[in-house]
């Protein structure tokens, strides 16, 4: 899914893609979680790190927005035992609005 949007220069297709860091911990022990919440923050912070200097070498990712990438944290347990985060990355690339009469021609 997506949208697309009119960015002064032209029209853009935006596409949100999310990432889900997750790492199971015992969940009657709540320094088990912090600790699995910890190593989730920094794989976050190392996958942000790589997708960013990427972004400026690798064509296929010239269109990441690397403006404002948000991410939560999961609160609680989180599918059977699990914590971590998510963030969401987007994608916006060029597409061609140029009308084309010929093609509503019957």
């Not at 910890?38 to 912070?45: A, D, F, P, Q, S």
């Not at 927005?65 to 690339?93: N, Q, V």
């Amino acid at each position: 899914d997506g949208v697309t949007i009119n960015r002064g220069s032209g029209y853009f297709n935006r596409r949100a893609v999310v990432v889900y860091v997750l790492k199971k911990y015992k969940s009657t022990d709540m320094l088990s979680r912090e600790t699995a919440l910890y190593e989730c923050r920094g794989i976050h912070k190392s996958l942000l790190t790589k997708l960013i200097k990427d972004s400026n070498e690798v064509p296929e990712l010239q269109f990441l927005d690397k403006s404002r990438i948000p991410y939560h944290e999961l609160p609680g347990m989180f599918a059977a035992g699990t914590t971590g985060l998510y963030f969401i990355i987007t994608i916006e690339e060029p597409v061609n609005l140029v009308y084309n009469a010929a093609e509503w021609e019957s």
